[in-house]
């Protein structure tokens, strides 16, 4: 069986797998909550699983985080816990940045739409908004931008006399209460950002794209760019199984 992690700045989806790389559990957590890990209470689910896990795959961007979380599966489960960059991923993806600069997580979103053949553009809604390019089985590099939630998070947390406020697609630009304003403002805004980023990306490298969004609000975008979009919340989960061959 196959243990997969991803540790995130927000939250940490941890999934088992069987042996034919069918789901089995799914948990997600804050990632918060891993600053005092308790196994008995965060992974009560994998008791019944123990003896049968064999591999274990990480990515993460909070190494704290991660540490602790290794410690803790090494002690409990007998099992070495590896992380995307300690593998050799040459003969999977060719990266032609400096890796100790790239995300792991952006790494295995890149191997997760992996397929030799086609270009992407990888959009990613996390606490950060990330835009990642693939032509074919190469990763260029990618844009980092803020995160759509932490950015409204820290408006509302300065700005005295704005409430509370929900991010929803919001069709009237112009907003007739404070709250509509802000919705306005985050959708529309970064809905411009999304497709000039876009366009910026298609023009530099004069090729045709896929398009993949994954992360909490990729739903949210998916029909206002003009451009064909397929979401994928689990892209980097499905990366990271995709190199458990190699541990």
């Known amino acids: 069986m196959y243990l997969i992690g991803d540790i995130g700045n927000t939250e940490t989806k941890i999934c088992l797998f069987n042996d034919k790389r069918k789901l089995l559990k799914k948990k997600i957590f804050g990632t918060n909550n891993f600053e005092k890990i308790n196994f008995s209470d965060k992974f009560k689910f994998l008791n019944s699983y123990k003896k049968k896990i064999d591999k274990i795959m990480f990515c993460s961007v909070v190494p704290n985080v991660f540490k602790n979380v290794k410690g803790t599966i090494k002690k409990k489960l007998r099992v070495e816990v590896k992380e995307l960059k300690q593998l050799n991923l040459k003969k999977i993806l060719k990266i032609e940045v400096n890796t100790k600069q790239v995300g792991s997580d952006r790494l295995a979103n890149a191997i ?57 697609k919001i069709n009237n630009i112009i907003g007739k209460n404070t709250q509509n304003a802000v919705r306005s403002g985050f959708y529309w805004g970064y809905q411009g950002l999304i497709e000039n ?44 199984l995709r190199l458990v061959d190699l541990v």
């Open 112 to 168: 997760g739409v992996l397929n030799n053949k086609d270009n992407f553009i990888i959009l990613d809604f996390g606490t950060a908004t990330t835009f990642d390019v693939v032509l074919k089985n190469k990763y260029k590099g990618g844009i980092i931008a803020p995160g759509v939630s932490l950015s409204l998070k820290t408006l509302v947390e300065k700005a005295k006399l704005i409430p509370n406020t929900k991010l929803t």
């Open 197 to 240: 980023m876009i366009n910026l990306i298609e023009k530099k490298y004069k090729k045709n794209f896929k398009i993949i969004f994954t992360g909490g609000l990729s739903h949210l975008f998916k029909d206002t760019i003009e451009k064909k979009i397929k979401v994928d919340k689990d892209l980097t989960i499905k990366g990271l």
